[in-house]
């Protein structure tokens, strides 16, 4: 039943075309576009630096925003009341939607690897077993978010505040500019976003070939507990 409901929300995930536009192709689009054109100051070579940066924004835009978007409209045509009154645990559903959501982080950090390698990348060993521990933390913290927020409002409030969000976070949340660029009091601040942490954590293990610092495990963690607490008390069936 488990691996049944998550192959059912993965494939429901890819075949909607604003999601795959949002989880897939955006990322994609400024990997390979910044890659190419200075738009941004970066040090050479330039698809070393902006791996990460779009890595972090692939998980944080599938984790999060369509997580949250999906789980709202989920609610509103009746989707999660109708399987909640299955023979589906409570737990499996929940279950099912992470896997999935796993499932298609996973496939979007192999094509964005794919299209990297194809420009020049060449990260070590030891950076791409990180990157796996960091997308399963970075996809369960913002995931967590996103029910937070998709089981809470109604359908239309989270279709516009997650992509509000999402915008936000990466204009100003340490992806496109990292934290390191920014003055020093708003770069303390940015620190404690999980865009920003998932940001630095990959730029460590991919970039420096090292283990992500404390510093940017510790922000993801306690987003995702916190989220996930609160979104125990506030999730709504409908």
């Known amino acids: ?96 939607r992470v896997l999935g959501c796993l499932a298609v982080v996973a496939l979007q950090l192999v094509v964005l690897g794919i299209a990297a390698a194809l420009l020049g990348w060449s990260p070590s060993a030891v950076g791409l077993v990180w990157t796996v521990v960091l997308g399963v933390l970075g996809t369960l913290s913002f995931g967590a978010i996103g029910v937070l927020l998709g089981g809470a409002l109604k359908a239309e409030v989270v279709l516009a505040l997650a992509n509000v969000i999402w915008l936000v976070l990466l204009l100003a949340g340490g992806v496109v500019l990292t934290a390191d660029t920014l003055p020093t009091g708003m770069a303390d601040v940015v620190r404690l976003l999980p865009s920003a942490a998932l940001t630095e954590g990959f730029t460590d293990a991919l970039v420096h070939g090292t283990a992500p610092a404390l510093s940017t495990v510790a922000p993801l963690l306690a987003w995702g507990g916190i989220a996930g607490l609160v979104a125990t008390k506030t999730t709504k069936l409908t």
């Open 1 to 96: 039943m488990l691996r049944t409901h998550a192959r059912t929300e993965a494939v429901l995930t890819m075949r909607n075309g604003e999601q795959v536009l949002l989880t897939l192709l955006i990322p994609l689009a400024l990997l390979v576009g910044l890659a190419n054109v200075t738009v941004i100051d970066l040090p050479e070579p330039r698809v070393d630096s902006l791996v990460p940066r779009v890595f972090a924004l692939a998980v944080m835009s599938t984790a999060f925003t369509g997580q949250a978007i999906a789980l709202g409209f989920d609610r509103r045509y009746g989707v999660v009341k109708r399987l909640a009154a299955t023979a589906l645990p409570r737990w499996l559903l929940v279950a099912g």
